[in-house]
């Protein structure tokens, strides 16, 4: 027991640290809401054109919202020709200075421009979070050390193998990771499962883990 609640703690700690290092991707509407409800101060902007550079660039918004990172995208354009159209993909198309754009359309916010802390290094999403590569290797090691304890640890509570195994295998595994050390067996404050009841079996575990992640899939 103090191993899988020593395991469920560091889960735990790597779910904290997604939530605390990573941004939470977000579109140029919200950007602007939050904006304009004086929420949002600053924006950094990376990978916008230098002064002098024409070209196409996709730039990343970084901000703060309610203490949440978020990070956007937009087009910049600057041809000495004829603008391109826009994508049909929906996503938003700057012509020009991006910095003079974004000052322009919401006055007192400040705008810089700069690489953040990973924004050109290695990175991942992991539960909707854009985070660095530490954090999922993190979230790497985490599940598989839970997938080693599940298939070689004690028989577990309230679920089968099977079942604890597609909850864990899903978008949401460090969640599912999580549930699994703290109901798989005896935790304190938790009440203990009843002797010889029902368990849920993996063909129902892997519809429930489906039905629940499916809005991760996309």
């Not at 577990?156 to 295998?169: D, E, V």
Request: aromatic share 8%.
């Amino acid at each position: 027991m103090r191993f899988r609640l020593g395991l469920a703690l560091s889960v735990l700690l790597v779910i904290a640290g997604t939530v605390l290092v990573g941004e939470l991707p977000a579109g140029m509407g919200d950007f602007d809401a939050a904006v304009a409800a004086g929420r949002v101060h600053a924006v950094r902007l990376v990978g916008d054109l230098p002064a002098g550079v024409s070209g196409s660039s996709l730039v990343e918004l970084h901000w703060r919202d309610r203490s949440i990172s978020r990070v956007g995208q937009v087009r910049q354009i600057v041809s000495d020709g004829p603008v391109p159209p826009g994508s049909s993909s929906g996503e938003r198309v700057v012509v020009g200075d991006l910095v003079a754009a974004l000052s322009s359309a919401h006055p007192g916010l400040a705008v810089t421009s700069g690489a953040g802390a990973f924004s050109t290094g290695l990175r991942g999403t992991v539960l909707g979070w854009q985070v660095p590569g530490w954090i999922v290797l993190a979230h790497a090691l985490a599940w598989l050390v839970t997938l080693a304890f599940l298939i070689n640890g004690p028989e577990p509570w309230r679920a089968t193998r099977w079942a604890w195994f597609w909850i864990i295998a899903n978008p949401l595994g460090a969640i599912g990771a999580l549930a699994f050390l703290l109901l798989s067996g005896p935790t304190p404050l938790l009440p203990a499962a009843r002797p010889g009841g029902r368990r849920l079996h993996g063909g129902w575990a892997f519809l429930l883990a489906t039905v629940v992640s499916g809005p991760w899939r996309q």
